[in-house]
Structure formats: structure tokens, C-alpha cells
């Protein structure tokens, strides 16, 4: 049974940073796509990141720069570090993967979801 488990949100100021960790079971994270997504509040889940097998990444424009996806497979965890934190970045952030190779930022291209850790910040 695949398991995807968040952590990592908080609160921080405008400029701040966070990692979110995502870690894993039930699933191998360096042999198929992973993702991070986020929702705001009355918003559409969108794509932030999402990595592939083996290892090209995709990265949305609204946060491109500011982000990078990235695996351990020593630990099974998959983390997004954002930095240059802006206040339309608050969100509920959730972690999913899927059977398949490719990256893709589209929520439906994914079957398997964590529960999410909120990412707030503060202008």
C-alpha cells in the first residue's frame, strides 16, 4: 500500500524559506514521477514540481526559480526546497506519485496522495 506522508510547512515572512519533505512507502521515489501541488483557499490544485524516472524535472513558471524538486533514495523522501517565499505561495502543499515515468504537473496524471502540510506566508 503506497503511503506519501508531508512535513516541512509552517509560517514564515515574506523571503523566507521552507523545505517540505515527503516521505514514502510502499512506493520507490527514484523509479517513477512524483509531484508536489498545492491549493489555496476557493483555487484549483495546481502543479509545482514534479520530477520523473530517471530524473528530469518540470517546474511551474509561477514558481520557476524559487523551487527545486528534488529525491532521496536513501531515505525514500522527496523534498521541495522554495526559497524567495511570496505571500500568493500560501497553500495547503501535498505530495502524490504515480506508476509512470514521465513529470508532469497535472493533478489527474497522479493516483496515489499525502495529506498535505500548510505553507503560509506573511507579506
Known amino acids: 500500500q503506497v503511503r506519501l506522508v508531508e512535513s516541512g510547512g509552517g509560517s514564515v515572512q515574506a523571503g523566507g524559506s521552507l523545505r517540505l519533505s515527503c516521505a514514502a512507502s510502499g512506493y520507490t521515489v527514484s523509479s517513477y514521477r512524483m509531484g508536489w501541488f498545492r491549493q489555496a483557499p476557493g483555487k484549483e490544485r495546481e502543479g509545482v514540481a514534479a520530477?520523473?524516472?530517471?530524473?528530469?524535472?518540470s517546474v511551474a513558471d509561477s514558481v520557476k526559480g524559487r523551487v527545486t524538486i528534488s529525491e532521496d533514495s536513501a531515505k525514500n523522501t522527496l523534498y521541495l526546497q522554495m526559497n524567495n517565499l511570496k505571500p500568493e505561495d500560501t497553500a495547503m502543499y501535498y505530495c502524490a506519485a504515480d506508476r509512470t515515468t514521465i513529470a508532469a504537473l497535472n493533478p489527474r496524471s497522479y493516483n496515489y496522495w499525502g495529506q498535505g502540510t500548510q505553507v503560509t506566508v506573511s507579506s
Open positions: 520530477v520523473g524516472s530517471p530524473g528530469y524535472t
